[in-house]
Nanobody, 119 residues
């Protein structure tokens, strides 16, 4: 029933910016925490950022803190991550995830979108 789809990935130069979008359908968006994760070649999937119900709180991985900004638009059932000052270490497949309603565990995942940062 719940479906999550990411978009906005692509190729960007070192120091550039991208904004990723994630749309949720088939369920109540505003009552779920939304998160972004990423997986680079040869590495485990890692947490990037999350935003709580009605934007009441945000969390960031140390590796992206100060460079990435997560936000949500409940009217559009969409979560975003604005990625600035990108570097080669940010190259990865980025995944969007949603918790269950009022939950804390991520239960729904998108297919991923590729972000490549070139020198």
């Amino acid at each position: 029933q719940v479906h999550v789809v990411e978009s906005g990935g692509g190729l960007v130069q070192d120091g550039g910016s991208l904004r990723l979008s994630c749309a949720l359908s088939g369920g109540t968006f505003s009552r779920r925490t939304m998160g972004w994760f990423r997986q680079a070649v040869g590495k485990e999937r890692e947490f990037v950022a999350s935003i709580s119900l009605s934007s009441l709180g945000t969390q960031y991985a140390d590796s992206v803190k100060g460079r990435f900004t997560i936000s949500r638009d409940n009217a559009k059932n969409t979560v975003y991550v604005q990625m600035d000052s990108l570097k080669s270490a940010d190259t990865a497949v980025y995944y969007c995830a949603a918790t269950t309603t009022y939950g804390t565990q991520y239960a729904y995942w998108g297919q991923g979108t590729q972000v490549t940062v070139s020198s």
